[in-house]
T-cell receptor
């Protein structure tokens, strides 16, 4: 069984400030972890993924995330928020089962960027 | 290489009507997944299909919902006798044949509104 907990359904940051979106996971097997971004009325776009290689993962648009097994966390960060980062962000965990990757999503965190 | 395509993008139905949602996976992808996103919630897995086979439908409601992925043509998610609670965004994702592949590619979604 696997699950994802995203702490904070809404996060507000000032433009230029650090972005930190929290994600904790639970998985009975070594997981793959993902962050997706969803802009209004659009589908999900992959920001970055962890697949058991380097624990610090760099993604698109300046985002990165660090896999910490001891804390079962995969928090998403960006040093300096931009107005265009305002969107909803989903953390997801995937584990093999039944011959395919079954993905479980968190409830999402809406990021507001204040000018 | 076109991405995952879904149509229609918006669908309005009255209670009791049928809704048909279509998904064309990325070229070369033979695995299709359907997810439902209710307002203010994350994506919930519904069903996983390969060509002509339903592999995992553990997330599908027991009644009124069905899915198929025929040998030719798009995958179809069918909702019979829609009710207001079916109003949601329905996303399709696809992945390549290799079961170890860990990433799913998402379509733009179909937003179903039941009046």
């Amino acid at each position: 069984a696997q699950s994802v907990t995203q702490l904070g359904s809404h996060v507000s940051v000032s433009e230029g400030a650090l972005v930190l979106l929290r994600c904790n996971y639970s998985s009975s097997v070594p997981p793959y972890l993902f962050w997706y971004v969803q802009y209004p009325n659009q589908g999900l776009q992959l920001l970055l993924k962890y697949t058991s290689a380097a624990t610090l993962v760099k993604g698109i648009n300046g985002f990165e995330a660090e896999f910490k097994k001891s804390e079962t966390s995969f928090h998403l960060t960006k040093p300096s928020a931009h107005m265009s980062d305002a969107a909803e962000y989903f953390c997801a965990v995937s584990a093999p089962g039944g011959g395919y990757q079954k993905v479980t999503f968190g409830i999402g965190t809406k990021l507001q960027v204040i000018p | 290489n076109a991405g995952v395509m879904q149509n229609p993008r918006h669908l309005v139905r009255r209670r009791g009507q049928e809704a048909r949602l279509r998904c064309s996976p990325m070229k070369g992808h033979s695995h299709v997944y359907w997810y439902r996103q209710l307002p203010e919630e994350g994506l919930k897995f519904m069903v996983y299909l390969q060509k002509e086979n339903i592999i995992d439908e553990s997330g599908m409601p027991k009644e009124r919902f069905s899915a198929e992925f025929p040998k030719e043509g798009p995958s179809i998610l069918r909702i019979q006798q829609v009710v207001r609670g079916d109003s949601a965004a329905y996303f399709c994702a696809s992945s390549p044949r290799d079961p170890s592949y860990n990433e799913q590619f998402f379509g733009p979604g179909t937003r179903l509104t039941v009046l």
